[in-house]
């Protein structure tokens, strides 16, 4: 199983559709194995964005995303970083298929409601920089037999 990285940002905290979101992953069948709200300092947020950190708009996408607290999440299952982006849909709300988070609840390209892990690669350093080891947590699902077959797990 794999672990992706998803924060909820000040969009969707605002917009009170936190439990809206985290009850889709839930639905999906995907395991919550780290959970927390936290503030972004100018450090972190310069390294989660360093993409995008020499463009001209990284100071507008620094003020909303420290614009209140987020709720960072550490998700778990079988192809899960694909899986997450999947239901995340693409980065402009307008363009995102409906159906998605960003496709439900987004009209824009930076409120845009959640962030997502990009590859198993990211993924492993994103949860890095927002987890230590002790707040990713193992336990069983017991549904797990009904969301996966054997073979599948
Ligand atoms: N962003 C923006 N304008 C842009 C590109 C990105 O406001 O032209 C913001 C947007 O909130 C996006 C985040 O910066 O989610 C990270 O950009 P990235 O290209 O990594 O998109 P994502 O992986 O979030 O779809
Ligand atoms: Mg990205």
Redesign the pocket.
Known sequence: MQITLVIL?PSAIQRGILGEVISRFEKKGIQIVGLKMVHLTDKILAEH?A??FN?P?YG??KD?MQASPVVVMALKGVDVVHVVRKL?G??NGRDAEPGTIRGDYSMS????IV??S?SPETAAVELKRFFSDSEIFDYASHLTPYFYANDER
């Open positions: 940002k964005y993409h995008l463009k708009f507008r996408i909303s995340t693409v980065t390209v930076q409120e845009n962030h997502a990009d």
